[in-house]
């Protein structure tokens, strides 16, 4: 079976500019969280969704969003790009939610260069 | 809060050697998980090992084991006989298994970890 799958691996956008990233997850799991990750820096936890429904978010600006499609395929939009938002996001699927304990398995990310 | 801490920025070691990996948590949940990831330079990052809070037993994985203690909140990592393919950045992370929050990830930041041949 195919693991997380992420697209595209490596883009470039300007200042102001939007991006939006996408991610399968492996089949039969219905959970997709995104996380952002800095150079040199540990992933920090954006969003997570479950049965189309978001369940959790993390401390970012109303600028990123995300949503998750009935196939629990799952799409992170970034509004008014920052320098800042240059990053390696990565996409983590789960089987279910927290409470069931479930291993969380990632993707090779997206690369994201603000210019 | 949770907080996950690898005191360990970088470790530089020679082939064959063993090294540990240190990983201090905290939480005021009674229930929660532990995790290690390894990410190589193509950025995945590639599942170790899952610990739940309820399991102190130790775990051995071929050359890979793990040294839980909930007494010190500690979830140590040790490679023996280390090899030039285990370079990589190792990281430490702890579950938020509650309910309203999904299951998010908390990470330490990451211990760069250079096998020397």
């Known amino acids: 079976d195919a693991g997380v799958t992420q697209s595209p691996t490596h883009l470039i956008k300007t200042r102001g500019q939007q991006v939006t990233l996408r991610c399968s997850p492996i089949s039969g799991h219905k959970s997709v969280s995104w996380y952002q990750q800095v150079l040199g820096q540990g992933p920090q936890f954006i969003f997570q969704y479950y049965e189309k429904e978001e369940r959790g978010r993390g401390n970012f600006p109303d600028r990123f969003s995300a949503r998750q499609f009935p196939n629990y395929s799952s799409e992170l939009n970034v509004n008014a790009l920052l320098l800042g938002d240059s990053a390696l996001y990565l996409c983590?699927?789960?089987?279910?939610?927290?409470?069931?304990?479930?291993?969380?398995?990632f993707g090779e990310g997206s690369w994201l260069t603000v210019v | 809060a949770q907080k996950v801490t690898q005191a360990q920025t970088e470790i530089s070691v020679v082939e064959k050697e063993d090294v540990t990996l240190d990983c201090v948590y905290e939480t005021r949940d009674t229930t929660y998980y532990l995790f290690w990831y390894k990410q190589p330079p193509s950025g995945e990052l590639v599942f170790l090992i899952r610990?739940?809070?309820?399991?102190?037993q130790n775990e051995i994985s071929g050359r890979y084991s793990w040294n839980f203690q909930k007494s010190t909140s500690s979830f140590n990592f040790t490679i023996t006989a280390s090899q030039v393919v285990d370079s990589a950045v190792y990281f430490c992370?702890?579950?938020?298994?509650?309910?309203?929050?999904?299951?998010?990830?908390?990470f330490g930041e990451g211990t760069q970890l250079t096998v020397n041949p």
């Open positions: 992370a702890l579950s938020d298994l509650a309910e309203t929050s999904g299951s998010r990830l908390t």
């Open positions: 983590a699927s789960s089987l279910g939610t927290g409470l069931t304990g479930n291993t969380i398995y």
């Open positions: 610990r739940n809070s309820f399991d102190e």
